[in-house]
């Protein structure tokens, strides 16, 4: 039976029924009873189903290319410049122990920015905002590559985390909408997470389907507040672990500000539980398996980012390679995203949730054993390379699995919100591992000594996870 003709009769079925279609919301509770918005969220799933079914499987081609352009150029502008840092500190004088910033700016605006978009997405529509973010990012690229001092380079890099936060919730709320079939869903989310910026803005409003903004009478407000001080809070937050890590924890600007950040981060749950509309609707916290894999969240892309970092730092400090010597050593995590994606895509579903989830944690380890292990050059293709290979293939185990099961859990209407929550937290994964694991310049043996330290601090955060899933995640 195709896909399609499946799908129509699902429709049907939920004609005659009035049940929800979508596999996916298994939740705690009855939350529409919580706040009497039964009857507002009724019809959102025959009509998500509906769209879907009258799509062509061209078009869901093309959907679904244009979608994960977004996680690929996102993902791209976060870790391309990796490479280029050393020359980039170079030519524009950067500060010892500051060029992180090129890659934290953008990790944190990333964060920060990304309820705030993903609950505009829910309040109007995907695809507006969707389309917004790949102008924001490929209009700014143009003063990034322009910078001629520190500042202009991080400022603009940072803006350019917003329109990334504008693009990727608003992607995964797209992908939830158009393939309501959990095994379509599960593969359209692996080749999304495998994956001129303003042409693919203009492509991808032609190519979405039309889509209907909700009347302004009785449509959600923005919660300002909220977001203030969520942004506030993790900027702060950020700030301090990068001064304690680079400068020491004592000082008193550390302290001061680690502390304002935990009050403004407080404050924001405190905020989200008395305003009318929150931006992160405290309810959330309650569905399915949402609470641990928030914090599993932050392992996934806290590997990807350091373990790429570290390993281009070796490869060039250590090691004396240019720069395109450490992008072509660094081949075989691209390689392997490529080969694997698809696979994960086509068999994941045929799985238990918690085997994938702690299945990624511990291949994720592996690869963290082997690059620490691996303290010599000629260890290159016996560590390193195969550590690169069970470390992605971890990655896309558990980025498909964490972010299936948790929009597997998001209610009909907020997928958006659902979907931003999660990446800020791979967001935050990135952010506070870039801080906490930065190695100073030093002697090329006390260098090493620090590299493997870092290595050997994701092993613990691999198996604290681990254990977390085992204990919390229910299949």
């Not at 905020?271 to 931006?279: F, M, N, T, Y």
Request: proline residues 6%.
């Amino acid at each position: 039976m195709s896909t399609e003709t499946t799908l129509t009769q699902s429709v049907a079925e939920t004609k005659g029924n009035r049940t929800c279609l979508s596999p996916c919301p298994t939740l705690v509770g009855d939350h529409d009873e919580e706040k009497g918005s039964k009857e507002k969220f009724s019809e959102t799933p025959e009509v998500a189903v509906t769209e879907s079914a009258s799509l062509t499987p061209l078009r869901k081609i093309l959907i679904l290319s244009i979608l994960s352009a977004a996680q690929f150029f996102d993902i791209f502008n976060a870790v391309a410049s990796i490479v280029s840092l050393p020359q980039i500190s170079k030519d524009l004088n950067f500060q010892p122990g500051t060029i992180q910033w090129i890659l934290s700016g953008y990790t944190l605006t990333f964060a920060s920015f990304m309820l705030v978009a993903g609950r505009i997405a829910d309040i109007l529509h995907p695809k507006p905002v969707f389309t917004a973010g790949f102008l924001v990012i490929g209009i700014l690229g143009i003063p990034v590559g322009a910078s001629v001092n520190p500042i202009m380079a991080i400022v603009f890099r940072a803006l350019q985390g917003i329109g990334a936060a504008m693009n990727v919730p608003s992607a995964m709320a797209l992908i939830s909408m158009y393939f309501p079939d959990p095994d379509q869903r599960s593969r359209a989310f692996a080749i999304y997470g495998a994956s001129a910026m303003s042409p693919l803005a203009v492509a991808s409003w032609y190519i979405l389907p039309a889509h209907q903004t909700p009347p302004s009478t009785g449509r959600k407000s923005i919660d300002w507040p909220g977001v203030f001080s969520l942004t506030a809070g993790l900027t702060l937050f950020v700030f301090a672990v990068t001064e304690g890590s680079a400068g020491g924890w004592k000082s008193a600007r550390v302290i001061v500000t680690l502390v304002l950040s935990v009050v403004l981060l407080a404050s924001f749950l405190v905020i989200e539980r008395i305003v009318k509309d929150p931006a992160f609707p405290t309810r959330t916290w309650s569905n399915k398996n949402f609470t641990p894999l928030f914090f599993y969240a932050w392992s996934i892309y806290w590997f990807v980012f350091v373990t790429e970092m570290q390993l281009v730092e070796i490869f060039g400090t250590l090691w004396h390679e240019s720069a395109l010597s450490s992008a072509v050593r660094c081949v075989p995590m691209g390689l392997t995203a490529i080969i694997v994606s698809p696979l994960v895509g086509a068999y994941a579903p045929r799985f238990s949730r918690r085997l994938l989830l702690m299945s990624g944690q511990i291949m994720s380890a592996i690869g963290v054993i082997l690059f620490a292990l691996a303290d010599t050059r000629d260890k290159y293709w016996s560590h390193i390379v195969p550590g690169m290979i069970v470390g992605m293939i971890g990655l896309f185990l558990s980025y498909v699995a964490c972010t299936t099961v948790v929009m597997e859990g998001a209610r009909p209407g907020e997928e958006g919100v659902v979907g931003a929550v999660m990446n800020t937290a791979y967001q935050i994964g990135a952010t506070i591992g870039l801080a906490v694991n930065n190695v100073q310049p030093l002697d090329a043996l006390s260098q090493h000594k620090g590299y493997a330290i870092s290595f050997w601090s994701m092993l613990a955060l691999n198996g604290t996870m681990t254990v977390v899933t085992f204990f919390f995640v229910k299949n």
